[in-house]
């Protein structure tokens, strides 16, 4: 049996129709197939490799790592400086109320380790999200998804739980006393890349502050530079009680984190002690390989390169069949009439040595989130095929 053969019969599959591409080598912004064949990545692991793939400076921070040692005990009496470091350089780079880092696996786990500790910080049971949002498919993030359609074949799930509208005003009112937390992506991302306006999130934040709500962020996908900004409430003028981080946080290795105040962070841990637990989150390998990949952001200031990058993509993709395109810095939704058109688009792309895919909530439009290290020549050429491949249908 070959090694497609073997991977439909033996690896759990997500869907019934998977890519199955098989990638022997990433490098920067391409993949290469067992073939040969070049890709322009344009999902970039869905915003997971914001400093490209395999960077020389995380790669080396993995050597190094591995040398001293791997997983010993992530948490419980051990000082490990990868950990260490890691969470003193993200508070060095957020707001002061946000300066204790609780790392988990991954950001589904991440939200996890919120809910818990608004419910624990606050003693309200009640958590209020938003319709379109996506968190996770851990039993906990997947009650809080915003679609039907994913948590119904999977009830009960957990109680209390209210799902808003996006950007509604009105809704605000829902949020009271009773309310544990709200959470909200900054951007939606599987909503096809949909911002609130800079009144609405200073609304949201106003409303929880009133009610003792706490306000959760989710900046998994938003976070890193993504958005044109280190972290995407900084564009609404915000700060959050507590936010979630994961994808571009591990620098390609798999981490997530929560982050809060310590005074919030410290009541997981008594009544009961080990209030929150994790065997492998905040693993030294996978700190160091992202404390390089946050290094390499801010040393080659990735950020300052994404407006020219958006006006690219603004310029470059005007086609009579994309009805619209939806971004936020370097970040876009191209849409299309169907999922059916989008995925003979997206389909033609990889055929032409371009991957990318479609958004969970918006399944007629084409995912644009590549490294935020391509260039501006590679970008052009991925519209280019993007727009041929329009042609062609």
């Not at 109680?159 to 009105?170: A, D, K, N, R, V």
């Not at 809060?260 to 962070?265: D, E, I, K, P, W």
């Amino acid at each position: 049996m070959n090694l497609r053969q073997l991977f439909l019969q033996h690896v759990a599959q997500t869907s019934m129709a998977p890519l199955a591409l098989e990638i022997v080598r990433a490098e920067g912004c391409e993949l290469f197939d067992a073939s040969g064949k070049r890709y322009i990545d344009l999902i970039g692991g869905i915003s997971v490799a914001n400093t490209g793939h395999r960077h020389p400076k995380v790669v080396e921070a993995i050597r190094k790592q591995l040398d001293a040692y791997m997983h010993v005990m992530v948490y419980g009496e051990f000082v490990q400086s990868p950990q260490v470091q890691y969470a003193h350089l993200l508070t060095q780079h957020l707001p002061s109320s946000l300066n204790s880092v609780y790392f988990t696996n991954s950001g589904a786990e991440a939200i996890e380790g919120a809910m818990k500790l608004a419910k624990r910080v606050t003693g309200r049971t009640e958590i209020i999200a938003f319709k379109d949002s996506y968190h996770g498919s851990t039993q906990g993030a997947l009650s809080i998804i915003g679609s039907e359609y994913w948590r119904n074949a999977f009830r009960p799930l957990l109680p209390g739980i209210q799902h808003l509208t996006y950007h509604s005003f009105e809704d605000l009112a829902f949020i009271t006393e009773h309310t544990a937390c709200v959470i909200a992506e900054t951007v939606q991302a599987e909503g096809g890349v949909k911002p609130p306006t800079k009144e609405w999130m200073q609304a949201l934040r106003k409303r929880c502050t009133e009610t003792g709500t706490l306000l959760v962020l989710d900046e998994i996908q938003a976070g890193f530079g993504r958005t044109g900004k280190l972290w995407g409430f900084e564009h609404f003028e915000v700060i959050p009680d507590i936010m979630t981080l994961g994808k571009a946080l591990g620098g390609g290795m798999p981490l997530g984190a929560f982050i809060s105040h310590v005074g919030l962070m410290n009541q997981l841990a008594d009544n009961p002690v080990l209030g929150h637990i994790t065997t492998f989150g905040g693993h030294p390998v996978c700190c160091a390989a992202g404390m390089a990949a946050f290094q390499v952001l801010l040393e080659e200031n990735l950020v300052a390169g994404i407006p020219a990058k958006e006006a690219l993509l603004k310029r470059r993709l005007e086609h009579p069949d994309i009805k619209a395109v939806h971004k936020f810095g370097l970040w876009a939704a191209v849409e299309f009439d169907s999922f059916e058109q989008c995925k003979k688009v997206i389909d033609r792309c990889i055929e032409k040595g371009l991957i990318s895919d479609w958004f969970l909530f918006a399944s007629n439009c084409l995912r644009i989130s590549p490294p935020l290290t391509i260039s501006e020549e590679q970008l052009d050429r991925a519209c280019s095929i993007i727009i041929e491949s329009i042609d062609e249908m």
